[in-house]
């Protein structure tokens, strides 16, 4: 409830067209729709600058479908279910035929949001170590990309191969916001911290095998980065990055 | 070496100033001073718009006395050596005598950059679970400030007793970038991610015992919030939150 | 053997009624019915005021059964048996056809205790933070009806959106004990725990990825809480956390 | 705010008593009392039914002496401060010159509530397995016993000698609420839970060495307990328990 | 090589009925006979009173078929081949038809040793928390029993109904060796520790779920025993257990 | 109680020399000295074969003499108090004056046990891996003395120089139970456990450094041991492991 | 872009038959083939002395298949792809034929080297600890083999019948460089450590159960080893460990 | 026993100048000098290329000492004992009064082979990441150069400002052997590692707060190593690192 809606409850009322206990009632309770297994937050649009996501995960595509044309029904911007599987994408598009199935970011998405306008002067740069941290790259540019921005690419320039990432210096130094990917030791993302004065969200992903642990050396390896202005997200998380690259990238 | 600068050596020697070998020399290698024990990085000021910071830890009193002159001398930005203590701080004020130790954030600084303005339409909020998370959220704020920020802090408004916590929502969300420091389960950024649309900044603190496992608890908790928007840095690392906070909201 | 059964049996054998051996025997041993794989206990009913409830998981189809129709002759209260699959269920219904399956909660069950009358006055409230988290509310929630109480659910009320949780303080005011239920950070525990004064179990989940590490944030998270009277179950322990509940919520 | 306090507002402001912009900041602020480093939560004492306890660990003498010097003036219930230490006590003492240390439990309070009469007919039991657990277990009696509880105790009834704790058959069969103290293995905890029908909160200590990883093995021992109605608490965190012992206790 | 066979190599080589160079590699070198595969220990049998073990995990069908057949011709103890599934047993069967297997202990063995006499005076006993470390325990009952002993089993006695362990104080205290087998929070080894002064071998399964880390929560709670006289093996390590059983039973 | 006590009790209360009540209770609790803080189990001596040992670790000095002192008097065997300082032994010496104290094994006892006979031709050995494993070598060794045994040691024959280890093989060949003792990668166990058909002990020491982790590189090591026949005890337990070697070389 | 590459570019630059910003692009900028989802570093085979090893867990087949290929016909050295299933190989072979698979070591190759001579004085030795770690070995075998080594191997030699390990002393002694394959606890790498001067490249495997914790166990053993000279790659990285092999190798 | 060794026996007990008990006991026993403490192997400095290195940590100064001087006077090699502290060196000095101490290193050492020459064609380069690893490089250096390498050095060059590693590339390509030594995320490694086709030795240190876990985070990024020839020593092991360094760098 915003101070300008307690306002406006004030004043009604006051002239009597809402009785003490509505008026009570109305303050200690933020509104919410119900239905039997979600209350979906129709107000985050506003308040966050983007629609709710759904995260599919746990939940049965019957659900996945119902929160996703609420949530089509009641809104106006990009829609998005991350973590989501084939199943969840059938029954989305029973609802919702324009929504796209993009099965390397497991997201289910519908791009229709016309009041976006991408603005090429900021950037979001997508570095990856590998080829195998692709999928949780392109969960992370497409969150992005739905969020309203422009987005760049470079995939496996891993530190192994120097060279390959100096490559991509103009990108970097282009970039207004850089998410970095990787798996096994995640060295890349002191590597790129150091060669720019721009925000770094770094993203372990658990590719990799024995003493990885899942992802866990990159993470570890991630937090205790020499680089200055390196922030980490979850293993595997594509999704958060791309929404916090986001964020950032609005600012002005 | 900038693109510029490069450009300029290879007209010097195409004009024969520069013999080939001393070009070939140039090229290969970046420029760097070298001490006994440290190579101070003289470029990052330019590169990263701001002076390299000392970490003090397991060097000696002499050493940081001895790089903090070096960047005393070569630059004209604000100076900071962090996780410092006082046997350092009492060597280096032999050499620049102006130097400030605050016992607190454990920080040796030189705040003397005349051309900082501080931009108050864009603050960074420093927030604290508890009145034990103080220290760490020192060191955020006085390296913020440095960085030439406006910086805000309310302290110990943690989840426990939530009415505290929204008692600072207009200073919520009044802020551009928003640091939440805390020990314990953490819980405190995930609230608050929910409740602004700024990116945040989580700093595990390693208040605790126990299970708290010196901040391992708040570090996960940290890392799985379900709100959006929330990254992570390194457990009781207020100065790698300082200047992330500082990167972004310098971003225009 | 209570303190009467041992002087009950002190006068038998007084009486010569019973013989030294034959005394000497039953001191020394507890009463229980051997079968071939499990030595159920039948007097644990009175003892503890519900059955022995059965733990699926590792058991054979039949041994449950076996079991289950064990407990359903000798007894009258209700029966459960928990972490049962649907090859578990088709077992038990040959013996016991009245039992009934829930596959979410992933409980066997006989609802038939006529002894039972619900208090309305005390009810058990059991919060979870998403959607993902309800099957391990729905263990909770049968548990803690079956044992003879009245329960009460708000599902998916996450600190993201903290107005959703708002939503429900009228439940959580008037509730006798609070189940929280919540994977990933597990910061509702908190939350919660800092808005009543009644007791508070928190039940960490296995919902989440990479760093939520199977539970154990959202585990270490709750144990840590920064709130008063905030205990934990294990990991997805739904039964044990509707029993205890239950416990508490019975006492006078 | 209560819905009560809502209420009367609203009236003040329908009768002109209050401006319109001073309602708004009311309503949308909660309060509190701003000190330099803490906020105290003075309405506490009434919505949890008791007063605000401070965790000295981490703050200085200084800052416990003015948070329970404030706590002493503003509230008439008892007082408490946890893991203090005598440079706390003697700061404290300066202001609040009733005020105890007892240095087993760490614990600094004021005893003074003349509104408390303890119900004999529902005990907490606190049990130890061994003699090095009694700080906490002492910190944990405390506590309970200043929030207005009988408190019974029985050190050193580890199941290593089973007879002494059956020695202690009739104070479990007594006890309202169980509290189980324990190092090493933890194993008093299952023992217990099967012995009674009473909620037992498990509380895991630091006690022991090697592998008990400073409580981490009593800790998962606890949470994996086959006993049912046993939750835990964080290790060593005695004052946690009793808080927690005493909400049950007062249910009714 | 024994002394004594180093005795008769000299004595050998003095006469003359061995060449120097071939006493110099008889003495440098251990006997053994080679496989593609594997190397097979004949001396074992009487170096440690019994025929090597296979553990088929990890091995093929083929593998373990041709292990099997080897011991089989160049001994005349028990067979033992551990870890196995039915396809290791199928292809045994093709050359060593008498060869059993047990499903439930996932054990494939030849009991034909007609040199063993069973000591009913020297018992081992085996104790289970629970039905479902049954398979453990058989792996350990039918290990001690082809290796030569006498062993009787309890199972499902675990410390929440402590009463049912009291009834097999008789067998407890006629044992000659203990093995516990528990999973969950293990606390059976600490309780059944205490009651007994003979050795008691500990074996924590990975039963359980969340918290118990698939048995370390047992294998902590065991290492970290009060009762004096217990020992640990890995986790899921009937055999292992069942082997050191026999061990310690065979000392006179 | 025994069988035999409770038919005494049976009798005497027949024959009416001991009245209804007294009987009742005589059966429900186990005979203990109540002291303030601990109850000495007198019964044990028996029961175990040995007295009732303190573990000194976390028991103040007054009480450690306590226990001592009211052992000292109530047994006749040796006296054994473990991880006990300089401090304990001061206190225990004003009442026990030819206790003796072992620094490097942190032991207090006394040696005054004359039913004791060792037996020579059933003897324990002690190996350890270095020099740095020998503290808990001694209180392994001690221990096993006191409590009756012939014991022998090799110190620092480690398997880097496996040669040293071989020179010991006739004593490791003559031993009635071994006692490994390693830290680092304690694959000392493993070697040994290939070489004799005896039990060993395994006892991982917390000497190392880095990943070693104070222990956990040498348990995980010994609990995985190829070798049949070894199981371990906690990190750096010489007591524990010297009491385990003495109950099984006692076994007949 | 090596020195000598710098200078003739700058010459060119003189003679102004390279553009200015032709140079400056350059010299910014290092060589890389552009392909959709991989850059191939086709220089490495030059810098490395082997063609780039292409890592195909987490790529598609058709990506394996078109990497192989552009490395086939880019290079022409021996060809690998480790961590390859069938599927893999089946797009391999389109373009490929003469590409083998080998399903042990998971490993695609292609042995055409045409200018490799092996130099049988300077061998590596691969030792495993038993049967299970083969998989691993055939991986190390094959990469050292491929990159242009004498390979030998000892299969089945773990240090719990340390006589069989002793066979194969003469090769031990030798090798020029040891590899040393072990799951379970490890140990075989310290005592090989122990019995040559030579390095010992240490790879743990997964193979065990229980505390082995998937490798973790072998290790941290092997990290801690007590023997000189000793080096660890990740769990299961025999191409890591054949690789690193191979470049020792070949030092003159 | 070496095989001639074994021949020459062979032939002394045949011509009856050696007995046949004394023949097999010469057989069966391996040399070895018997101290109370420690067995110093004085055949390792002919089997290893150098003189058994002392662990001082652990040890006693008199322990130290004494194995010093028998090594000093047994052999003729350069000395070295590792993890050594300032006492250790004042007992060391009294028997050995040319050995020095590197308060830095940690080291107490004797420089006196006169059989050494180094081979400046081979050399070792050790690369730290940052000041704080320095003690574990000057460990491995001074380890290396008293093994009888050129040892080169090159501090503080860490990946956040990785111009300054690239200073080093002539160095880096120049070396033999590379030891690269870094906390905090240890992406060093993987850098050098990219850059040489020489072996590379890594180094994890403990330098670092929060997230490294004293090292773990780098010892499990160097594991994890994307770039091949990468292997790891212990955390902080600068002593193992120079060593192996050292043997490989012997190889020709």
Do not use: W
């Not at 059938?90 to 229709?112: C, F, G, S």
């Amino acid at each position: 409830m915003t101070e300008e809606e307690i306002a406006r409850l004030l004043r009604e009322y006051k002239e009597g067209n809402v009785a003490e206990a509505e008026a009570v009632k109305a303050i200690a309770e933020a509104p919410f729709e119900e239905m039997r297994f979600a209350e979906v937050d129709h107000h985050r649009e506003l308040r966050q600058g983007m629609p709710e996501v759904i995260y599919a995960a746990g939940k049965t595509p019957e659900q996945v479908r119902d929160i996703f044309y609420s949530l089509y029904t009641h809104s106006k911007g990009n829609l998005l279910a991350t973590r989501a599987d084939r199943s969840h994408y059938e029954r989305v598009q029973e609802k919702v035929p324009a929504a796209v199935y993009d099965e390397t970011a497991r997201l289910i998405y519908l791009d229709r949001d016309t009041r976006i306008t991408r603005d090429a002067a900021h950037k979001i740069l997508i570095l990856t170590a590998g080829t195998s941290d692709i999928p949780v790259a392109e969960e992370a540019r497409l969150t992005a990309y739905l969020f309203g921005n422009c987005v760049e690419t470079c995939y496996d320039c891993g530190v192994a191969g120097i060279h390959r990432l100096f490559a991509h210096l103009p990108a970097i130094k282009a970039a207004n916001v850089i998410v970095v990917i990787a798996g096994m030791e995640g060295a890349l993302a002191s590597v790129v911290g150091g060669l720019t004065d721009k925000p770094v969200i770094a993203v372990p992903t658990s590719v990799g095998y024995g003493a990885s642990f899942h992802g866990v050396a990159a993470l570890l390896s991630m937090l205790n980065s020499c680089a200055m202005g390196v922030s980490v997200v979850n293993i595997d998380n594509g999704f958060g990055a791309g929404a916090l690259a986001s964020k950032i990238n609005k600012l002005r």
